[in-house]
């Protein structure tokens, strides 16, 4: 079985996560030429503020109880389920300009915690909305 990450916006977990783009953060350095010599001077600097990407979906049926119980909820209201979880996903990760903490479980229930911000809205590419909606966050790393 493959290990599947769990990930917590602010407390709340975010569903069916199916992709985390969290490249390495950045350093940055200050690097001094002189107009003589052949050298130069490079000031290390601190990691600058960087993106991180969640690519997950939206399903219209649950396939597992919270106790990992297998269950299949009977179709016909797969379009309200779809919306109910978008204005979750609306609600539970808004954008406005306070930051917030990302968690992302690394192994054995330890998770990288990152302080981040939604500048962008959240992206439904291949607006399906029956059985299957994909989402796309994207957060800027505020303090790395």
């Keep these: 079985m493959a290990f599947v990450p769990e990930v917590k916006y602010n407390s709340e977990k975010l569903?069916?996560?199916?992709?985390i783009f969290d490249p390495k953060p950045p350093k940055?350095?200050?690097?001094?030429?002189?107009i003589r010599g052949a050298g130069c001077l490079i000031i290390g600097?601190?990691?600058?503020?960087?993106?991180?990407?969640?690519?997950?979906?939206?399903?219209?049926?649950?396939?597992?109880l919270p106790d990992g119980?297998?269950?299949?909820k009977p179709s016909g209201t797969d379009y309200e389920k779809i919306m109910e979880?978008?204005?979750y996903i609306e609600s539970t990760i808004p954008a406005e300009n306070t930051d917030r903490t990302l968690q992302v479980e690394t192994a054995g229930?330890?998770?990288?915690?990152?302080?981040?911000?939604?500048?962008?809205?959240?992206?439904y590419?291949?607006?399906q909305r029956i059985a299957v909606q994909e989402y796309v966050v994207r957060f800027k790393v505020v303090n790395p």
């Design 69 to 72: 119980t297998p269950y299949t």
């Design 109 to 123: 229930g330890t998770y990288a915690n990152y302080t981040v911000r939604r500048l962008d809205d959240i992206a």
């Design 85 to 87: 979880q978008k204005a």
């Design 125 to 127: 590419p291949a607006s």
């Design 15 to 19: 569903p069916h996560i199916q992709a």
């Design 45 to 64: 600097g601190g990691t600058s503020s960087y993106d991180i990407t969640l690519r997950g979906i939206l399903l219209s049926t649950d396939t597992q």
């Design 28 to 34: 940055k350095s200050v690097v001094i030429e002189g």
